[in-house]
């Protein structure tokens, strides 16, 4: 879970980086509006592209832990099993 809480501060951190870039851009921008808006919307457009692959390798992490845990959930109950029916067997005789 420390994972995606580390993701939440990513993700929060690039919001708040590109909030106060396009105000920052905005006050000190030397060209036209319609330039300043252009580079703006270019500008997010990016970020949305940055925040849509993180989120996506974030998804595959999630994703590959999910199938570790499985993985070791079947293992664990296999073995379990088998010590199981191996006492059963111990105690018929």
Same mark, same amino acid.
């Given at each position: 879970?420390?994972?995606?809480?580390?993701?939440?501060?990513?993700?929060?951190?690039?919001?708040?980086?590109?909030?106060?870039?396009?105000?920052?851009?905005?006050?000190?921008?030397?060209?036209?509006?319609?330039?300043?808006?252009?580079?703006?919307?270019?500008?997010?457009?990016?970020?949305?592209?940055?925040?849509?692959?993180?989120?996506?390798?974030?998804?595959?992490? #999630?994703?590959?832990?999910?199938?570790? #845990?499985?993985?070791?959930?079947?293992?664990?109950?296999?073995?379990?099993?088998?010590? #199981?029916?191996?006492?059963?067997?111990?105690?018929?005789?």
């Amino acid at each position: 879970m420390e994972n995606s809480n580390n993701t939440g501060k990513i993700i929060g951190a690039l919001v708040i980086g590109a909030v106060v870039g396009a105000a920052l851009g905005i006050l000190f921008a030397p060209d036209k509006g319609s330039k300043t808006r252009s580079k703006l919307v270019g500008g997010a457009k990016d970020l949305a592209e940055d925040l849509k692959q993180k989120i996506q390798d974030e998804i595959s992490a #999630l994703r590959s832990k999910a199938e570790e #845990l499985e993985e070791m959930t079947e293992d664990k109950i296999a073995d379990i099993t088998k010590n #199981l029916k191996h006492k059963v067997d111990g105690h018929k005789h």
